[in-house]
């Protein structure tokens, strides 16, 4: 059997579909309310209390969310946005996408987020906005990037997308910028592949995205009508999936509870097993979120352990074989060089991201680290 044949024994996402869930998507088909009704205002009302955030509004992908909030905020052409130089393709995307120019800064080693040394050197007189992203559910330090952003008056738009329920001193990701967004494909709630929300606690920004994401018209009282007011776009939620959206929602803190204690047991197995490996951390100030548990491992060794562990039927990831400074598209537009940037290219030669889902038990963590000390220490 080819490692690609391997069953997968522990899987990393979580594709939890319950009765419940079925149930509220086939009401909403009998409901003829399609879009923009009543369960995407729930799904809203609902995020705002889980989170403590002002406003959320549904759109349909996280990467959407980014790119309504640099409209809202009138980001475009001639102006610039910072973003990690690793992470994922939508940081680099919705910037060039609204014509403006991404700026690249370093991550630091540690937590995989900005650093916040680094972030001086991306700035430039054209910098609008700073995109701090919470990789793997860990909240990037945000005492320094709002501290950076009040200094040179940027907008801080937080891309939570890994991190729905994570708390920097208290605060939820997403609350703490000008807005944020997260998306629901895959992630901590993961709606059938689709979905997101913009989170503000900015009643303008809130405005305009829900404005521009129903092509430019507004709504009052429930209603909405043909009266167009601003160049917009179709990237509304269905109600079919603010249906399922909803019930996850419920089981959001319960599920990262038990992310967390899951990264806790692997953690205490992989130190025990005196593995090359280094587990990831979570600072004083934030509660991770652990949608992913990201290890470093010795580059040489990084691509051995993940065929060993494919081949025993373990899912693995890298995020991300490329640094988004690095990504083709992008380096053809905004130049950039192999090397600038030696944190992400180092992280990225050494990250592996191992199964963490809600549903993982205690014989999995044993098995997946039993697998990687196999791997180093061949029984
Ligand atoms: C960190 C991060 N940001 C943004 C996105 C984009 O979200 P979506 O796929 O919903 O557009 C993703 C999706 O995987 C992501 O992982």
Redesign the pocket.
């Known amino acids: 059997m080819s490692d690609h044949d391997a069953p997968v024994r522990v899987h990393k996402g979580h594709d939890h579909v319950d009765d419940e869930m079925k149930r509220a998507a086939l009401a909403t088909m009998d409901s003829k309310r399609y879009y923009m009704g009543p369960e995407n205002d729930a799904f809203e009302a609902e995020m705002q209390a889980a989170l403590g955030i002002k406003h959320a509004a549904t759109v349909?992908?996280?990467?959407?969310?980014?790119f309504l909030i640099l409209q809202a905020l009138k980001i475009g052409p001639g102006d610039e946005v910072i973003v990690p130089a690793s992470?994922?393709?939508?940081?680099a995307e919705a910037v060039a996408t609204v014509g403006a120019r991404a700026r690249f800064a370093d991550i630091e080693d540690t937590t995989y987020n900005f650093d916040p040394a680094a972030l001086e050197k991306a700035l430039t007189p054209k910098t609008k906005a700073i995109v701090p992203?919470?990789?793997y559910g860990h909240p990037a330090d945000m005492d320094a990037v709002m501290a950076f952003a009040k200094k040179h008056n940027l907008y801080v738009i937080e891309?939570c997308?890994?991190a729905l329920g994570s708390r920097w001193r208290g605060t939820a990701g997403g609350g703490i910028g000008h807005a944020g967004?997260?998306?629901?494909?895959?992630?901590s709630i993961s709606v059938c592949g689709?979905?997101?929300m913009v989170l503000t606690n900015d009643p303008k920004i809130n405005e305009e995205v829900r404005l521009l994401r129903d092509h430019g018209r507004p709504r009052s009282g429930g209603k909405r009508f043909y009266e167009i007011t601003r160049i917009g776009y179709n990237l509304r939620l269905s109600e079919l999936h603010a249906a399922i959206g909803r019930v996850q929602l419920r089981h959001l803190e319960t599920w990262n509870e038990q992310r967390r204690a899951n990264s806790e047991g692997m953690t205490l197995r992989l130190q025990e097993a005196k593995v090359p490996v280094t587990c990831p951390v979570t600072r004083p100030e934030a509660v991770h979120a652990f949608l992913h548990y990201s290890v470093r491992v010795p580059a040489e060794a990084r691509d051995g352990l993940k065929a060993h562990l494919d081949e025993k039927g373990v899912e693995t990831s890298i995020?991300y074989p490329t640094e988004l400074y690095l990504l083709p598209p992008y380096r053809e537009v905004w130049g950039g060089k192999p090397g600038e940037f030696p944190v992400a290219d180092r992280v990225n030669r050494e990250i592996l991201t191992l199964p963490n889902n809600p549903a993982l038990t205690e014989s999995d963590l044993d098995y997946v680290a039993g697998t990687i000390t196999d791997y180093f220490h061949g029984r």
Do not use: P
């Open positions: 349909n992908s996280g990467s959407s969310g980014m992470g994922f393709v939508t940081l992203h919470h990789n891309d997308c890994h967004f997260t998306s629901f494909a895959g992630k689709l979905g997101g995020m």
